[in-house]
């Protein structure tokens, strides 16, 4: 191989690789900004309902479930924060 042949490549790796990432940015702009991402992973989408409906229920009673947020009947004997992980009685729960 002759050295000029080697002169006239030297940056052809280097068009490749921008090349190959304006490719994958675009792919990635569709991507993302394409309503059925939007649908599963945006800000009210499956994935992030669910995700944040678990958080909310393990950070309120102290264990796992997914039930969403529901304003508690007190005058009940049973809700789910009374024997989770983390909160107990000594004594029984009162029946009314």
Known sequence: MDN???NKQAGQSTVEYLLLFAVVATLAAFIFKSNAFDKIFGKNGQF???YKNELEYTYRHGLYGRTPYTKPNYKSSKHDSYN???FGAA???PAR
């Open 4 to 6: 000029n042949d080697v």
């Open 48 to 50: 992030a309902n669910a």
């Open 84 to 86: 989770g992980r983390f």
């Open 91 to 93: 004594d029984p729960y």
